[in-house]
Structure formats: C-alpha cells, structure tokens
C-alpha cells in the first residue's frame, strides 16, 4: 500500500514536473502568425469592456495560431486578466504568449505619426490629416470656424494657431484630438516666448507675436537669419513703415495665386497686404516654429530696414535704401 502510494506521488512529481515544463516550453516559444498578404505583423483590436477570455478569442481570431484555451488559461493564472488595456495592437514575428500578455497589461499599442511642418498654413495641415494613416478624419468636412469651435477656441482664427512638430496618436484616433494636442503645445510656446520678450519690443500682445512669427518664418531661408529678419520687422513697426513683406500678400491671394507675385499683387489692396495697409496683418499667415516665435520677441539688435534674398538661401541686409538698391542690383537684377 505503502509502495503504491510512493509510485502514485513520484508519477503525479514527474508528471507536474512534465506540465511545468510543457508550460514554461509553451509561454516562451513564438506563435505561429497567419499573416495577411503583403504583410508582416497581425492587427489586433481589443474593444474596452472585452474580457480576458474574448481577449484571446479576438488574438487566435486575428490569426495567431496558438490553443486559444491555453491561452485562456494563461490570463487567468498569471493574475493579470483585468490589468489587460484596450487599443490597437500589432502582433510580430516572435511574439509568444508571454510577451503577448505583457504588451497587453503595458498597453504598447501601435502608434503612428504625423508631421506638422514650420510654415504650414491650416489647409495644408487639414490636407496632412486628411491623408495620415489610420487617422479618423472627425474635422472632414467641418468649417474652420466650427474646429476652432469644438477645441474651445471659439472666434480664433486656426491660422498659426498649432504647434509644428511630430505627433503620435494610436490607430483610429480622431485628428481633432491630434489638432488640440498641437493646439496646446503653441498655447505653452507662445506663453514661454512671450514671457522672454525683449523689453522695447513695440508688439503688444502674445498674439501680435505669433503673427510677427508666422511672418518671419516664411521670409527665413537660412537659420541663421531669422533674429536678423525679425529685427528688420522690428525696426519697421517701430518707424511705422509698412512692413512690404511678400508671403502676407501671397497669403491674401488665396488660391488666386499661381506661384508668381506681380506688381498689381502688390498694388491690390487684401487685409494681408502689408504693402497697402500699414502694421501687422489681422492674422498670422502660417505655423511658426520655437525658433521663429522667439525671434519675434528677441530680435536681433540691428539699424536694418531692408534685406533681400541673395539667392542660396541667406539674405543681404541694408539699413538705408540706398543700399537695399545696390543690393536689389546685384543679386535680383544681376547689374
């Protein structure tokens, strides 16, 4: 009775032993993908509210090939069925059911990106959002008045108003939840530049900053110019000279310009021609960037009023007309 008893609890020893060893083998060996044609991970979408059972019904389901009840199995004995997050998932090459779980529980879900550019205007942003993958489009077909409306920015102008930088956002997010992101990180730009603005500065306001800003980054062809470029801004605010700054004419052209400004450009009166009216225009024309915005705010301490564009991205400064002709002379007429 005795020796039987002892064969029994070697056997059960041997086979937990056998057991333990077939799960540590199983949580650890890579799961067999079916993968989609033309690619090379799995998608997986776990809706909130979805219990750990469904969790790996929807993971075989997606096209792991793995026991789904040895999986089931798996979230229950590891303790950490409920901490599994929802979202959007990619299954690799590699993936096993351990290292699945754990990127459940983290929540690694697959992100993508999106990449606003300094000197975008709000079409070409909406444009950006249009065509960026996997982005719910929420904003289609919204005026700008009523996205500007539903960020809490009721009666802003968009122009100018978000931040140009990369931002990443789960699949299937909204991009007006991309847009007020951008929005808040020009909000804390602004705030930070405006605070460090020079003490003689003749702009009034945060907002005249950004659009001195929006200005400057569209003139800016070589970094190193843009202080330059906003003190020549600067000194023509200050004199109350008209700043004559092309890219808020071609901005008030709208989708009349063809790509050539002409002299009756210049000569027709918009509210951005800033060769017939005088100051700032009512908006900014474009996203600045850091750079610009603190430009705007610190310019750099120069007697210039005029510069122009040498032709290999930098620009000539003058402080007097006389010099800007000379200037115009050389590198624009070739004289």
């Given at each position: 009775m005795v020796r039987a008893f002892i064969r029994l609890l070697i056997f059960a020893v041997l086979v937990g032993g056998w057991l333990l060893a077939a799960g540590a083998w199983w949580l650890h060996s890579p799961m067999?993908?079916?993968?989609?044609?033309?690619?090379?991970?799995?998608?997986?979408?776990?809706?909130?509210?979805?219990?750990a059972a469904q969790v790996a019904e929807t993971v075989v389901a997606s096209g792991a090939q793995v026991n789904v009840q040895l999986l089931q199995l798996w979230f229950r004995v590891s303790g950490q069925a409920r901490q599994i997050k929802a979202g959007s998932y990619e299954i690799t090459s590699g993936t096993t059911p351990r290292s699945l779980l754990a990127m459940l529980v983290r929540g690694d879900q697959t992100l993508k990106s999106i990449t606003l550019v300094e000197g975008w205007s709000f079409k070409q942003v909406r444009a950006a959002l249009q065509k960026a993958e996997l982005l719910a489009p929420d904003s289609f077909g919204l005026q700008p008045e009523?996205?500007?409306?539903?960020?809490?920015?009721?009666?802003?102008h968009p122009e100018g108003r978000f931040f140009p930088d990369t931002y990443t956002y789960a699949k299937g997010s909204s991009d007006m939840a991309v847009l007020k992101r951008a929005a808040r990180?020009?909000?804390?730009?602004?705030?930070?530049?405006?605070?460090?603005?020079?003490?003689?500065?003749?702009?009034?306001?945060?907002?005249?900053?950004?659009?001195?800003?929006?200005?400057?980054?569209?003139?800016t062809g070589k970094p190193s110019d843009r202080a330059q470029i906003a003190g020549v801004f600067t000194n023509r605010l200050r004199t109350g000279m008209l700043l004559q700054t092309d890219p808020t004419v071609i901005y008030g052209m709208g989708d009349t310009f063809d790509g050539n400004i002409r002299k009756r450009d210049l000569q027709t009166d918009t509210p951005y021609?800033?060769?017939?009216?005088p100051g700032l225009p009512p908006?900014?024309?474009?996203?600045p960037g850091k750079a610009a915005l603190l430009a705007a705010v610190q310019p750099a301490p120069t007697k210039a009023l005029y510069?122009?564009?040498?032709?290999?991205?930098?620009?000539?400064?003058?402080?007097?007309?006389?010099?800007?002709n000379r200037a115009v002379n050389r590198y624009i007429r070739n004289q």
């Open positions: 067999a993908l079916n993968l989609p044609a033309g690619s090379s991970v799995l998608d997986l979408e776990i809706e909130p509210g979805t219990r009523m996205i500007m409306e539903k960020l809490g920015k009721t009666g802003i990180a020009m909000d804390k730009r602004l705030d930070a530049a405006w605070a460090l603005r020079s003490p003689n500065t003749p702009l009034r306001s945060p907002e005249q900053a950004l659009t001195l800003a929006s200005i400057v980054e569209k003139e021609n800033t060769y017939t009216r908006t900014p024309i474009a996203m510069f122009v564009a040498r032709g290999d991205g930098t620009s000539q400064f003058s402080a007097t007309l006389d010099e800007h």
